[in-house]
């Protein structure tokens, strides 16, 4: 795409560069003669009161014209004289029955052509800007991602019960004869660092479903309206690759309440909220698009956006568990050399009330001091 367009500039500029010089340094393409002889102005103006001006054309200080006299092609002019620039020769010509012409001067001619580049550059650079805003391919389509639910620790009843979803949107004909259908959105929070993300990541490996993944900033842009049409463009395309799930991460980026202050900032807030609870309510039963949301706070989110029948499940994402903390630390030192004697389980309880995030960056962080200490394998004191 770059490289075509960069071939597009370089056309273009060598264009106007030829028809510059064509203008410049060939001027019989302007269409008069250099055959034409010369007649003093006098003489010129007699013969026009005198009515025996059949053609004349105006070409900067010169005026070419034909004799009635003269019976010559109709296309040449066979005289010229200077041009006085009188306000009323022009208007004088016409009354008595001269064609009259005006040729363009070379500068006119250029500033016509730099005009039409203008707006070639124009009109190509907000294709550019609308295609890369806008694109078909803005939202990739993803099925394997390398992470599963065996690479999240906790969170087993959530797990369970995406999988039964994607198997109702996998079939939906068999669960709607038993009056089951797949609800449209699941709404996780909980505090960052607790692994929302990464089960999205392994949910689309999981469902076996396409998968859209997204993320608040993805909406964002410097033209107004931008946000809207990328809300209608993700979920058009979730709607062509049903049985879909669209994963939309930092939701309380883009789904905060709405607010008619009247600002920029504000009403473009408000039309992204307005197109996803559009979007939202143009889903059908078991149409096979389910809409998985995560978000720090669902307080700043609007109430409107997540009431039952939009988001139909809300999951609190916790702080790992004393048993989950274990199989964390035990997880992430697998891949770190470390001190035979060390325990999980009195770092779990050292981890207290930390994130997963923060567990495996402590982790990191005990085996760089042991890297600095001249150590191969950290130990316990390592861990802060």
Same mark, same amino acid.
């Given at each position: 795409?770059? &490289? *075509?367009?960069?071939?597009?500039?370089?056309?273009?500029?060598?264009? @106007?560069?030829?028809?510059?010089?064509?203008?410049?340094?060939?001027?019989?393409?302007?269409?008069?003669?250099?055959?034409?002889?010369?007649?003093? +102005?006098?003489?010129?103006?007699?013969?026009?009161?005198?009515?025996?001006?059949?053609?004349?054309?105006?070409?900067?200080? &010169?005026?070419?014209?034909?004799?009635?006299?003269?019976?010559?092609?109709?296309?040449?002019?066979?005289?010229?004289?200077? *041009?006085?620039?009188?306000?009323?020769?022009?208007?004088?010509?016409?009354?008595?029955?001269?064609?009259?012409?005006?040729?363009?001067?070379?500068?006119?001619?250029?500033?016509?052509?730099?005009?039409?580049?203008?707006?070639?550059?124009?009109?190509?650079?907000?294709?550019?800007?609308?295609? &890369?805003? %806008?694109?078909? *391919?803005?939202?990739?389509? /993803?099925?394997?991602?390398?992470?599963?639910?065996?690479?999240?620790?906790?969170?087993?009843?959530?797990? &369970? +019960?995406?999988? $039964? @979803?994607?198997?109702?949107?996998?079939?939906?004909?068999?669960?709607?004869? #038993?009056?089951?259908?797949?609800? #449209?959105?699941?709404?996780?929070?909980?505090?960052?660092?607790?692994?929302?993300?990464?089960?999205? !990541?392994?949910?689309?490996?999981?469902?076996?479903?396409?998968?859209?993944?997204?993320?608040?900033?993805?909406?964002?842009?410097?033209?107004?309206? %931008?946000?809207?049409? #990328? /809300?209608?463009?993700?979920?058009?395309?979730? !709607?062509?690759?049903?049985?879909?799930?669209?994963?939309?991460?930092?939701?309380?980026?883009?789904?905060? !309440?709405?607010?008619?202050?009247?600002?920029?900032?504000?009403?473009?807030?408000? !039309?992204? @909220?307005?197109?996803?609870?559009?979007?939202?309510?143009?889903?059908?039963?078991?149409?096979?698009?389910? /809409?998985?949301?995560?978000?720090?706070?669902?307080?700043?989110?609007?109430?409107?956006?997540?009431?039952?029948?939009?988001?139909?499940?809300?999951?609190?994402?916790?702080?790992? $568990?004393?048993?989950?903390? %274990?199989?964390?630390?035990?997880?992430?030192?697998?891949?770190?050399?470390?001190?035979?004697? %060390?325990?999980?389980?009195?770092?779990?309880?050292?981890?207290?009330?930390?994130?997963?995030?923060?567990?495996?960056?402590?982790?990191?962080?005990? $085996?760089?001091?042991?890297?600095?200490?001249?150590?191969?394998?950290?130990?316990?004191?390592?861990?802060?």
């Amino acid at each position: 795409m770059k &490289k *075509n367009i960069r071939k597009l500039i370089v056309i273009l500029c060598l264009l @106007v560069a030829v028809l510059l010089v064509l203008v410049t340094f060939v001027p019989n393409l302007l269409g008069f003669s250099e055959k034409a002889s010369h007649m003093p +102005y006098t003489q010129f103006y007699q013969l026009l009161q005198d009515g025996q001006v059949e053609k004349a054309k105006f070409d900067g200080d &010169k005026i070419y014209f034909r004799p009635k006299a003269h019976a010559v092609d109709a296309g040449s002019y066979t005289d010229v004289t200077e *041009n006085p620039y009188s306000p009323t020769l022009y208007e004088t010509m016409l009354l008595k029955g001269v064609q009259v012409e005006v040729a363009q001067s070379g500068g006119e001619i250029f500033a016509m052509m730099l005009d039409m580049f203008f707006y070639v550059v124009f009109f190509g650079a907000i294709i550019i800007v609308f295609r &890369k805003f %806008i694109s078909p *391919n803005t939202f990739k389509v /993803v099925r394997h991602t390398g992470v599963s639910f065996a690479d999240i620790v906790g969170m087993e009843e959530l797990k &369970k +019960y995406m999988l $039964s @979803v994607t198997e109702i949107m996998r079939h939906p004909a068999d669960f709607a004869k #038993k009056g089951v259908r797949a609800p #449209k959105g699941v709404l996780l929070e909980g505090a960052p660092g607790n692994g929302k993300t990464l089960f999205a !990541r392994a949910l689309a490996t999981e469902a076996k479903v396409n998968f859209i993944p997204a993320k608040a900033t993805d909406f964002e842009s410097m033209f107004m309206a %931008i946000g809207p049409m #990328k /809300v209608k463009l993700l979920f058009r395309k979730a !709607r062509r690759r049903s049985p879909c799930i669209v994963f939309i991460d930092e939701f309380d980026g883009i789904g905060t !309440r709405r607010n008619y202050s009247g600002s920029a900032l504000e009403t473009e807030n408000t !039309r992204i @909220v307005t197109a996803l609870l559009n979007e939202l309510d143009g889903f059908q039963p078991n149409s096979g698009i389910l /809409v998985v949301a995560a978000t720090n706070s669902i307080a700043a989110l609007d109430e409107a956006l997540i009431r039952p029948g939009r988001f139909d499940l809300r999951v609190k994402v916790p702080y790992p $568990s004393y048993e989950d903390r %274990i199989k964390l630390v035990q997880m992430y030192m697998q891949k770190k050399p470390h001190a035979a004697d %060390i325990s999980a389980e009195r770092l779990a309880e050292h981890f207290e009330g930390a994130s997963a995030a923060q567990i495996e960056a402590a982790l990191n962080e005990a $085996s760089l001091r042991a890297a600095q200490a001249g150590r191969s394998e950290f130990i316990e004191e390592d861990v802060q």
